[in-house]
C-alpha cells in the first residue's frame, strides 16, 4: 500500500465503526487527508481494532515519524550543568528512548478534541489508537480518575519511545500555590519512580502543566530541573542514566537554557 492507499483505508474504516462522521467528504490532497484522519483518530472512543487495522496504523504512522526523522535520545548532547541532563528542542514524538512523557488528563484517556495541538493528543495520535484503549483498560482497573502527580505506564506502540509515561499535572486557576509546586513536583518524582522500577535508562520529559493548564512556564522549568537532579541524587544506583528536557517553543528552551548550561 501506498501512504495514500493506508490514509483512505483507515478513513473509510473508521467511518464505516462510526457513521455519524461518514457524512464528511474525505479531501482529495495529503495534508486534507492527514487532517481528517487524524480527527477520527482523536474523536473514537477507546476499544480494541483488527490486526489489519493496527498493521496498516502502525505503517503509516511509523513511515511519518520516520520522514521526520527518528532522534537518539541518548546520543544527545548533556547540559553543561550536569551530564544526566540533556535540553532538546523538538517533536518529542521523533525521540528513540526507553520513555517519553505524556502530560494527560485525570480520565487517562487522551484529548478527543480534533487535531488539537496539546502533546497528550500529538503523542497519542502518533502512537495509534492503542494506547487510548490501553489506557481505558488501566482506569477501569483502578476504578477511578488518576490523581494529579501520579502516572502511568504504556507501551509507545508506533512511537520510537518504547514506553510513555502519563502523568497528570496540576492545574493553575488564579495564583499559583505551594500545592501546585509539590504536585508538579511529584510528577517528575513519580515518572522517574515508575521508570526506574521498569529498568529504563533514558526518560524525555515534555512540560508538564505549561500549556493548557496553566502552569508559569519559569516555575514549572525551575521545578522541573530542581526535581529531577535532586531525585537523580538521592538515587545514584538508578537504571535511569539520561533525563531529557524536551521543549517546543522557544521561549521554553530559553528557560531551559539558563538553568542547564549557565
Known sequence: ?????????????????????????????????????????????????????????????????????????????????????????????????????????????????????????????MAGVEMRYNCYKLMQAQGHDEPTGKVKITSGYHLPARFVLHTVGPIVQGSLTDEHRRLLASCYESCLTLAAEHGLKGVAFCCISTGVFRFPKDAAAHIAVRTVQHWLDVHPAASIKRVIFDVFEDADRRIYENLLNA
Not at 90 to 96: K, P
Request: proline content about 6%.
Open 1 to 125: 500500500m501506498t501512504q495514500e492507499e493506508q490514509r483512505l483505508w483507515l478513513i473509510r474504516y473508521l467511518q464505516q465503526e462510526m457513521p455519524e462522521y461518514a457524512h464528511y467528504r474525505i479531501p482529495d490532497d495529503e495534508e486534507g487527508e492527514w487532517h481528517l484522519l487524524r480527527a477520527l483518530f482523536n474523536v473514537r472512543p477507546p476499544a480494541p481494532v483488527p490486526m489489519e487495522f493496527q498493521r496498516i496504523e502502525g505503517a503509516l504512522l511509523e513511515a511519518m515519524t520516520a520522514a521526520k526523522g527518528i532522534v537518539n535520545g541518548m546520543g544527545l548532547s548533556a547540559s553543561s550543568l550536569d551530564p544526566r541532563l540533556v535540553l532538546w528542542q523538538g517533536d518529542i514524538t521523533r525521540l528513540r528512548i526507553d520513555a517519553i512523557v505524556n502530560a494527560a488528563n485525570r480520565q487517562m484517556l487522551g484529548c478527543f478534541l480534533p487535531n488539537h495541538n496539546c502533546i497528550d493528543n500529538i503523542e497519542q495520535t
